[in-house]
Nanobody, 114 residues
Framework: QVQLVESGGGLVQPGGSLRLSCAAF????????MSWYRQAPGKERELVAT????????NYANSVQGRFTISRDNARNTVYLQMNSLKPEDTAVYLC???????WGQGTQVTVSS
């Protein structure tokens, strides 16, 4: 069964950090570029970061450049998003996406608030 399972979300104060994980099951993970998206209430889904299937190249939205880092471990079929210097405007549901498989995870909530 094809699955993407996100974890690591939660409530954090402004300036804090979180590390999200997305574990893949049921498809060839290493053959897929992977992305993290986010969606805040009342807003469109936004691309946050992308990593190629080998992990050799990454791209970031301007809004997170320098604060977030996407990485992957193909041996563990997992992609990560390290989020530092979090701001209230980073509050959203974060979802991972497998490009070749065309499959979305269910998402994990990140709330940045004092």
């Amino acid at each position: 069964q094809v699955q993407l399972v996100e974890s690591g979300g939660g409530l954090v104060q402004p300036g804090g950090s979180l590390r999200l994980s997305c574990a893949a099951f049921g498809f060839p993970f290493s053959g897929n570029a992977m992305s993290w998206y986010r969606q805040a209430p009342g807003k469109e889904r936004e691309l946050v970061a992308t990593i190629t299937n080998s992990g050799g190249r990454t791209n970031y939205a301007n809004s997170v450049q320098g604060r977030f880092t996407i990485s992957r471990d193909n041996a563990r079929n997992t992609v990560y998003l390290q989020m530092n210097s979090l701001k209230p405007e980073d509050t959203a549901v974060y979802l991972c996406y497998a490009h070749a498989a065309g499959f979305w995870g269910q998402g994990t909530q990140v709330t940045v608030s004092s």
